[in-house]
Structures are given as C-alpha cells and as structure tokens.
C-alpha cells in the first residue's frame, strides 16, 4: 500500500504526492527506468510505487511533471526546439515550423520510424547561441534556416543508420 498524500502534506511538494525530499530517489528510479527501456513503462511505475512506498499515481504525478521523462514511446533521437525569446529573435522564429516540415511530424509526435520525436520547449539557458536545437543531451546552435535544420537532421539519420548497420 502506497503512502498517503496526507503524510506528505508538511513538506512542500514540487509534483503532487511526493515530498520535495523523497522527490530525488523517485527521479532517479524513473531515470533509470527510461534509460533501460526508452520510456517509464506502466510496470516501471508498479515497480517503483512498491519500492518507495508511494502509489502508482503518485510516481505517475512525478513522470508527468517533469518534461524529460516520457510516459509512452519516444524517438530515438528527441529533437527540442527552442521557442523562447532569444531564440526567436535571433532566427530561429520559424525552427519548429522547419523541423516540423523535415521530420513531416507535429510537436508531440514521433515519426514512423521510431527515430524522431519533436518538442518546443522553453529556454535552456544556452541563449547565447541562439537559435538552438537540442537533440537528446547535445545542443546545436545557430539553427537559423531550414535548410541547416535538415543537414543537422540528416547528419543523424545517416548516423543511426551506420549504427544499424554495424550491429
Ligand atoms: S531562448 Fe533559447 S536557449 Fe535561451
């Protein structure tokens, strides 16, 4: 039986149900989750409610309120564009539109091939190379047309496919 929100309710909470304090261990349970299987499975979330003690909706409230942790099947590759201010005015103000043309997917959503998932997301504090895309850990910076959208995009997709090749 998972612990009840009421026993949490003296600390502050950032995700509701999980104390601020006990939020660290929960991540790092759902980190690892991610890394071993691509996504928080719905058994990664039962395995980690009966380890911590919290239940499956209340680890469910922590995956769903931070954006890097995923709740079904993402891309290989998880394409973050920038859409904050620095970003947009320095030329990167049509960025989701042209990654959204080449991927041929909307934000949110994964191309059929399993490689790509596209997200506008806010700032990341990389400002000074604006317009940036990160993709998975690593920020590309000066994403200011569209044609350097799709060599960037491109650059992976020959990438994973020479991966694919050599397994
Ligand atoms: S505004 Fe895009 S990284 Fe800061």
Known sequence: MGKKL???LSEKTCAEGVSKADQPKVLALLREAQERDGYVTHQAVER?????GFTESEI???ASFYAMLYLKPVGRFIVRVCAS???VVNGGGRALEWAS?????????????????LE???????????????INEENY???DSKEKMRNLIEKLRREAAAREATK
């Open 6 to 8: 009421s026993e949490n």
């Open 48 to 52: 980690i409610s009966k380890q911590t």
């Open 120 to 134: 506008a997301v806010s700032c990341f504090g990389r400002c000074e190379t604006a317009p940036n895309v990160m």
């Open 141 to 143: 910076g000066g994403i």
């Open 101 to 117: 043309e080449v991927l041929g997917v909307s934000d949110g959503e994964t191309t059929k091939d399993g490689l790509f998932t």
């Open 60 to 62: 469910d409230g922590v």
């Open 85 to 87: 201010p620095s970003c």
